[in-house]
């Protein structure tokens, strides 16, 4: 538990005790309940969450969430599609991190076919993955940073996030939901001088990473809010299924990317952030430090790109390459069948789980052998996750409440579906 | 993990005097994946002896409609060991027409949210349950939309109680 750390005591705002109420007179107006309706449309709300508050005073008795308004039943969508025609749907679930979600699906279809991806896709995809989690994080930063009051940061943290879009947009064609990685590797190999691009951006970031922490670190304001409000110890958040930066920052080192590595994570050197006390700047700072890790790691599998295609030569999973259309006859049946019909994949069920931005993104796909899913499952994280606010914000103050939705790291997207 | 543990895993599990030889109904081995499958009414036994093996995190619940076959409905359970990081998954198989499980929710309050969307998308009453109520689809909501016989389109639209017939559209 936070308390336990003697360095962090004394920047503590734990909220006031009812005795200390009693000494300012205020005690009697506090002891009425009062609740409190926020969101669904409030710009501290990241999205469309709704959450039902439980006030005494300026203190937050209870707090329920109450979501479902952006559910677009994509994971119904999903069943209605070709496996490849899947794959731009669920792309669209957790809006900030599409190629973790497309990962996910296509790593558990893969799962299903029993079908090896070709060492340069999973160096690709490893790049295009640590690339969205830069650009999440980014995204996290700088809006819980609109949240605490500071504004400058956030055009900082969008300038960097605009030119990860502008890698992407390179590489891929397309600044959001990109459907770049495919069943069996990815879509295109990237193109001439997209290293050259990368690399300057790669030498960039960790000083931006610098600047930011220049502006908020030791920032009085940002350590007021965050240091020492809402804490939640490991044992609480495993119970609630947390993962990701949330439950790293109560100092538990456990990340899939190390723990379980998939798409060749196991070749590169990296480390894990993990937080002692696991309250609101520890969630802050592990993030901030997973900057560092990501552009280590593209570092790395950018120089380490081995040769090779960069989708599978299966052609009954992947489309053959344009120019074998003109010559041959098997070429262009295949490529008729994969369009029309798409691929089927063979009865059973899998579950495939990577590390997301925010946590466990596990994808659960059941295949009936035909052409379409049976069902399509994400195991979201920000879903799971948010089960643990009610307990993070129990006893403070409805400002740190905000801090805590903010450090929370909700994609309201991903909650619903 | 691999099949050989596994198949000691549900030796194991059934020697359990909670959940007996019956208990487990089988254990599958695919795709590099433990996949048990045990009866509902066990549920809360399976998981909490898995729990004394080190499976200590459920990372997943979700549902799964097995239309047309019989027992229609299912629902999963993804269990982590984070010491020796495995994972192993238990699913039971639900009658259609009496959909009711035993909630896991006071042992495991990560269930909580979960085995909310399972009732809201596919009907399964989980019993004990705190507060089982839709989750995602508006309270009112009739039908379990992610089984597999539920329509595709066709859905009326909501709140068209304030369109202005005067705008345009024909009477």
Request: a negative charge; proline letters at 7%; charged letters at 25%.
């Amino acid at each position: 538990m936070a308390s336990e750390n003697p360095n962090r005591e004394e920047t503590f705002t734990f909220a006031p005790i009812a005795e200390q109420l009693e000494d300012w007179g205020g005690a009697r107006e506090s002891e009425e309940l009062l609740t409190l309706n926020f969101g669904p449309h409030h710009p501290a709300t990241h999205g469309v969450l709704r959450l039902v508050v439980t006030l005494q005073g300026e203190v937050v008795v209870s707090v329920k969430p109450l979501i479902g308004y952006v559910h677009t039943g994509i994971e119904k969508t999903a069943e209605q599609k070709s496996y490849w025609k899947a794959i731009p749907v669920v792309e669209r679930m957790d809006y900030l991190s599409y190629f973790f979600n497309a990962m996910a699906f296509c790593g558990a279809v893969e799962k299903l076919l029993e079908l090896e991806v070709p060492k340069r896709a999973q160096y690709l995809r490893v790049i295009h993955l640590e690339l969205n989690r830069l650009m999440s994080h980014l995204v996290w930063l700088g809006t819980s940073a609109l949240d605490l009051g500071a504004i400058s940061i956030f055009w900082y943290c969008f300038r960097e996030r605009e030119s990860i879009l502008d890698l992407f947009e390179f590489s891929t064609g397309q600044r959001m939901h990109t459907r770049y990685i495919q069943v069996g590797g990815v879509i295109e190999d990237i193109p001439r001088g997209f290293d050259k691009k990368l690399r300057k951006f790669l030498k960039e970031m960790p000083s931006r990473a610098d600047q930011y922490a220049e502006l908020l670190s030791a920032n009085e304001i940002v350590l007021r809010r965050l240091r020492g409000t809402c804490p939640l110890d490991a044992n609480r958040l495993l119970e609630l299924g947390v993962t990701g930066p949330l439950l790293r920052a109560a100092g538990v080192p456990w990340d899939l990317r190390k723990a379980m590595p998939y798409s060749s994570y196991d070749d590169f050197d990296f480390k894990i952030p993990v937080g002692t006390v696991g309250d609101n700047y520890d969630r802050y700072a592990v993030r901030h430090a997973e900057l560092y890790e990501s552009v280590k790691i593209i570092e790395q599998a950018l120089e380490g790109l081995p040769e090779g295609p960069h989708i599978t030569t299966d052609r009954k999973v992947a489309l053959p390459p344009r120019h074998e259309l003109a010559t041959s006859m098997e070429a262009l049946i295949h490529h008729f069948k994969l369009v029309t019909e798409g691929f089927r994949v063979p009865e059973g069920e899998a579950y495939f789980a990577i590390e997301s931005p925010r946590g466990e993104l596990g994808c659960f796909v059941r295949s009936d052998g035909s052409s379409k899913p049976a069902r399509v499952h994400m195991r979201d994280p920000s879903f799971v996750n948010l089960q643990a606010l009610s307990d993070m914000v129990k006893g403070s103050y409805i400002a740190d409440m905000i801090a805590a939705v903010a450090m929370l790291d909700p994609v309201l997207g991903g909650i619903d579906r | 993990m691999d099949g050989a543990a596994l198949l000691l895993l549900a030796k194991e599990l059934r020697s359990n005097p909670a959940i007996g030889e019956e208990g487990v109904i089988a254990a599958e081995f695919r795709h590099n994946e433990p996949l048990l499958e045990v009866r509902p009414q066990l549920i809360r036994a399976v998981l909490a002896d898995l729990r004394e093996r080190g499976f200590r995190f459920l990372a997943s619940v979700h549902g799964v409609d097995y239309y047309p076959e019989e027992p229609r409905l299912g629902v999963h359970y993804q269990l982590i060991d984070m010491v020796r990081r495995e994972r192993v998954g238990v699913k039971v198989r639900l009658p259609v027409a009496n959909p009711t499980l035993p909630s896991v929710t006071l042992q495991w309050p990560t269930a909580n949210h979960q085995e909310r969307e399972v009732y809201d998308m596919f009907g399964v009453v989980f019993e004990g349950h705190p507060d089982l109520r839709r989750i995602l689809m508006p309270e009112e909501y009739e039908g379990h939309p992610q089984r597999r016989d539920f329509p595709v389109g066709g859905e009326p639209v909501i709140f068209t109680f304030n369109d202005t017939p005067e705008l345009g559209t024909p009477e």
